[in-house]
């Protein structure tokens, strides 16, 4: 085997359970694949290729899209909202609308990001900060910010959201996270909503790591 | 809920998501046993209706859609179910001889690489499965020693990828194939290059062909 193998469309039916007829079937559809050609013009395909069918298929049964939006979401175009989700999912998926779609790019940043009100309830989040304190992102929907602060921080937690708001940078509290260290400095800013004010704050790790998508504690799937 | 295989041959992963996500453990079987009796193959049963749906159900803990204790429910559900189905040995299957199945280092989730196991058992191989957790050193000394036509290697994840890398290098010196999977490798595509692998099983059925290839 070589470092970089490649295969018949036999082999890749083999390994997908698809059909030759079904994988040039998505080959032209979407331009899903561009496999090279022998000398003796033979489709070859190469790892990534059949990764990438085995992700389209999976995207396919296990979500129900279409092959196009299967086959945007394998190539890592924006999460689609066509996810399964319980009717008691009251929560907008990711790619609902403009404000969803930002959504979305916020779960993918490495920071904790919070939208707070003026008494200092968690109006939103985005995932990493989920993670980081081991909730579901809905549950955190009117938690009061402190209550996710290290008891010593919390006064100066509270200062985030409180009369007179102001922007502030830097401002280095304790969150309490799954890991021992929860370091993160908050950048803030007071955002008009209304009638009223909601402060954005944009958490980085101090704690050198980074935010770990995966904690090796907690059981990556 | 309707029929779990369609007629055109589809398995409704997207039905058996939902069920794992309920944590109906009798119906989740059930489900499980219609789609095995239509496939009659635990190969294909793990890779058309397991892999999909243990993905899904890990991409939902991911996006903060379900907790961790949810995933946690529906892998024991679906680790329970798989163990106690029947090897189905594929027709005219020839011994192709022995492999050696490991998740080395600090990495203890191995219910992607017991599936793999069962379905190289299926199409042939004397699988030697050693869990999680596995030494490094210990595994290269056993390759030493028992001379496998291919090792696999499974990672959940991989804060750092030097370690595996290192034990793949050692046993690449041994003139052994090392094949590698598990969800660590499915994120980044790339990465089973970069760790020096010979291939990445993106799911059994995958794995079970490249082991064929390895084995030519």
Known sequence: MSSTPTYSVGEVGSMTGLSPHTIRAWERRHDALQPTRSSTGQRQYSAEDVDFLI????????????????????????????????????????????GGTWRAVADLLPYLMVLLDSRGRIVDANIPVARAVGRLRRELQGVRFVELVEPHDRAKAAKIYRAPLQQRRGWEVNVKTRSARGLFSFDCWPIRRGDGWLVACIGRDLNGAG???WPADEGAP | MGRAVTRTGGVRVRD?????????????????????????????????????????????????????????????????????????????????GRCILAAVGAEQHVVGLRLVAAALEDDGWTVTMLGGRTPGAELVEMVRKRRPKFVGLSAAYLPRSDSIKTTIGELKRLRVRVLVGGPAFNRNLSLWTKVGADGHGADVRVAVALARIAAA
């Open chain 1, 211 to 213: 935010l770990e998508f």
């Open chain 2, 16 to 96: 058996f998501v939902h069920i794992l996500r309920k944590g109906d453990k009798g119906q989740a079987a059930a489900f499980v046993q219609e789609v095995f009796a239509q496939t009659g193959s635990r190969v294909a049963l793990f890779a058309d209706l397991i892999h999909p749906a243990q993905y899904e159900i890990g991409d939902l803990w991911y996006r903060g859609e379900i907790g961790i204790a949810d995933e946690h429910r529906a892998t024991a559900i679906v680790e329970e179910i798989t163990s106690a189905l029947p090897p189905t040995p594929a027709q005219g299957r020839l011994p192709r």
């Open chain 1, 55 to 98: 992700r389209v298929k999976q995207l396919t049964r296990a979500r129900g899209l279409s092959l196009k939006l299967a086959v945007m979401e394998a190539r890592g175009v924006m999460p689609v909202s066509e996810t399964v989700t319980d009717a008691s999912d009251d929560e907008p998926a990711a790619g609902d609308g403009p």
